[in-house]
């Protein structure tokens, strides 16, 4: 059997749930009717650097934030499906867009939408507090919550192990 990590160096693509996985899950109503959700700023430092060195970064979601979408887009993010009531058939139009293999794909889900996915990818991983079907089918389960640097988890390892992320003795890189 071929370990989660052996499975990164196939890695080109990472696809992302939001809610539970990008964000903690919580929703907060304000008296306007709005509702607030926060991103964890490593998670959105990794994934624009992943862009920035050629990776694609997709998000698949059921809800329909303006906001959260402008936050993706900010981070160079092109790839924004929201408001999808299948996620497979998002998922089937990136396949066919960039003409995609199952194993060049993380899909990183919390929830029971995001489960035909995870079974299809070359890597189904999973935030800690995942529900726990989600957690049974995921090869890598991060130690950190949704919304708490999971994303950031898997991007970093992923670009380690391609040696794609910082080169430690260059301490002038930017990006």
Known sequence: MISYKQKLNNITTFILDIDGVLTDGT????????????????DGYAIQFAIKKGFRVAAI???????????????????????????????????????????????MGDDMPD?????????ACCPNDAVADVRAISE???LLNGGEGC?????EQTMKVQRKWYDEADTTQSI
């Open 27 to 42: 929703v907060t109503l304000m008296p306007t009717g709005e509702m607030v959700r926060t991103m964890h700023t490593k």
């Open 115 to 123: 489960i035909d996915i995870m079974k299809d990818v070359g890597l």
């Open 61 to 107: 979601t059921g809800g329909r934030d303006q906001m959260v979408v402008e936050r993706l887009k900010y981070l160079g993010m092109t790839d924004i499906y929201s408001g999808v009531h299948d996620k497979w058939d998002a998922y089937q139009d990136l396949i066919f867009s960039y003409n995609l293999k199952p194993e060049e794909i993380v899909y």
């Open 151 to 155: 994303v950031r988890d898997i991007i």
């Open 140 to 142: 890598y389960i991060s």
